[in-house]
């Protein structure tokens, strides 16, 4: 059984960086072909993919928050991390990590969420 855990500071300051890891358990993030997303959800508002890093390393990324969007991995730990720098009240959300099958989906297994709150 795959499973994602996504964890990390759930209030962050503007202007910040937001730090979130996710840890994975079941499957290996570099061996296998597959995709370690994160994607969002903001307070009344769709999911929204920020990016992934595949099996090999190589990462994507929204185009209009590619500047400031860091997707990075730890492979001896078989965790993936999301590093969101600048960041200001619209970037708080409901953060998730997920396995994905391509660049954009489908996604087959989901970490439960973290809240992450952009306040000061």
């Known amino acids: 059984q795959v499973q994602l855990q996504e964890s990390g500071p759930g209030l962050v300051k503007p202007s910040q960086t937001l730090s979130l890891t996710c840890t994975v358990s079941?499957?290996?993030?570099?061996?296998?072909?597959?995709?370690w997303s994160w994607i969002r959800q903001p307070p009344g508002k769709g999911l929204e993919w920020m990016g992934a890093?595949?099996?090999?390393?190589?990462?994507y990324y929204t185009p209009s928050r590619k500047s400031r969007t860091s997707i990075s991995r730890d492979t001896s730990k078989n965790q993936f991390t999301l590093q969101l720098s600048s960041v200001t009240p619209e970037d708080t959300a409901v953060y998730y990590c997920?396995?994905?099958?391509?660049?954009?989906?489908?996604?087959?297994?989901w970490g439960q969420g973290t809240q992450v709150t952009v306040s000061s």
């Open positions: 890093i595949a099996y090999s390393g190589t990462t």
């Open positions: 079941g499957d290996s993030i570099s061996t296998n072909y597959y995709y």
């Open positions: 997920a396995r994905a099958g391509s660049t954009w989906g489908p996604y087959d297994y």
